[in-house]
Each structure stands twice: as C-alpha cells, then as structure tokens.
T-cell receptor, first 110, second 113 residues
Framework: KQEVTQIPAALSVPEGENLVLNCSFTDSAIYNLQWFRQDPGKGLTSLLLIQSSQREQTSGRLNASLDKSSGRSTLYIAASQPGDSATYLCAVRGNTPLVFGKGTRLSVIA | EAQVTQNPRYLITVTGKKLTVTCSQNMNHEYMSWYRQDPGLGLRQIYYSMNVEVTDKGDVPEGYKVSRKEKRNFPLILESPSPNQTSLYFC????????????FGQGTRLTVV
C-alpha cells in the first residue's frame, strides 16, 4: 500500500529565503506526482504535476523534482513571500487515485 | 471551464439524518474519488470509482456509500451521519490517461451534531 510522507510538518522562514519541502513515497511504481497548495479552510490548488518519466518541472518561483527510484520529490520555492504561507501537499498517483501526504505548513514572516 | 462542482459547500445536520453530497465534473473523466480531511490526519480516501458502475473502497469507507450511475456524477451518501463524520470533504476527478493531473472540488464542510 502506498504511503506518502512529508517533512517537515511545519516550517517558518523569513521573507526572501529559498526553501525546500520534502516528499517521500514507499512504492516507486507511480504514474505521476502532484504538488498542491491549500490555504486554511479552502480547497486545493494544483501547483505542479511531474510525470513519472520527468526529473523536474518548473512554474515561476517553484521547482519540483522527482527521483522515482528513491521515492523522493522536493518542492523548491525561491525568494519566498508572505503570500506563499499555506499548507503544501504532495500526492502520488499509481494504479488508484491520488494518495496524499499530510502536508507541510509553511509560514513566511515579513 | 474545466471544473469539479460539489454541493453543498457547508452543511450542518443532526445525527442519523441521511444526507447526500453531490459531485459533478465536466471533463469526461473516468476516475472520481472522495476524500475527507481532518486536522493531523491529512487527506484520506473514502471511496473511488474507475468508471461508470465501478466503485472501490478507499482507506476510510465505513459509514459512507457512493454510486456512479453516470460518468459525470459521483455522489457521497451518509445514510446515518454521526459526529465523527464531521470533516472537510473533497471530490476529485482525473482522466484514466496516466500522466494527467487531478482536479478537485472546492470542498464541503460538514458538521454533524
């Protein structure tokens, strides 16, 4: 059974710092990995989708990498801003719909 | 516009009163699923469907029912809601094509008193 772990559970950084969020998964037989953002009490916003054949994907200040063989993904956020404060979730898709990690709660302090 | 629509967005109900949360997608997706989100537990899958008339249990199916009579709709049914089903619920859909993203509804906040 696929299990997804995100470390750290919470992170607080000053504005302007670059930061890395980690995601690991136990079954490397995945089709893709998706990173989401969730604001408190709100829905999920898709940030990046990395296909199983890809190594990384970029969107603006966000860069996500995937190492399928080792079961790891990272989300790199450059030049963080207070508006980046949210919970970041990674989810993997294999033979069944998405399995989620518990998320990393990010606070960017002005 | 591609979207997944859940209704209602907010619901307060009493223990034992049957309720249905609807989910509809306009992307002709084969896969649909329901999740619940609780503090400290993350998003847990309740049920999923790979296509019309095909449904399977997820990690926390107890107390829930689903049906998939049409491709676009995947309602979540609570026959006899209990307070431990108070949660934030999300519906999702995706194509059977492997490397496509999943789309989520806006969520339904359910309170059972």
């Amino acid at each position: 059974k696929q299990e997804v772990t995100q470390i750290p559970a919470a992170l607080s950084v000053p504005e302007g710092e670059n930061l890395v969020l980690n995601c690991s998964f136990t079954d490397s037989a995945i089709y893709n990995l998706q990173w989401f953002r969730q604001d408190p009490g709100k829905g999920l916003t898709s940030l990046l989708l990395i296909q199983s054949s890809q190594r990384e994907q970029t969107s603006g200040r966000l860069n996500a990498s995937l190492d399928k063989s080792s079961g790891r993904s990272t989300l790199y956020i450059a030049a963080s801003q207070p508006g980046d404060s949210a919970t970041y979730l990674c989810a993997v898709r294999g033979n069944t719909p998405l399995v989620f990690g518990k998320g990393t709660r990010l606070s960017v302090i002005a | 516009e591609a979207q997944v629509t859940q209704n209602p967005r907010y619901l307060i109900t009493v223990t034992g009163k049957k309720l249905t949360v609807t989910c509809s997608q306009n992307m002709n997706h084969e896969y649909m699923s329901w999740y619940r989100q609780d503090p400290g537990l993350g998003l847990r899958q309740i049920y999923y469907s790979m296509n019309v008339e095909v449904t399977d249990k997820g990690d926390v199916p107890e107390g829930y029912k689903v049906s998939r009579k049409e491709k676009r709709n995947f309602p979540l049914i609570l026959e006899s809601p209990s307070p431990n089903q108070t949660s934030l619920y999300f519906c999702a859909s995706s194509s059977h094509v492997e490397n496509t993203e999943a789309f989520f509804g806006q969520g339904t906040r359910l309170t059972v008193v």
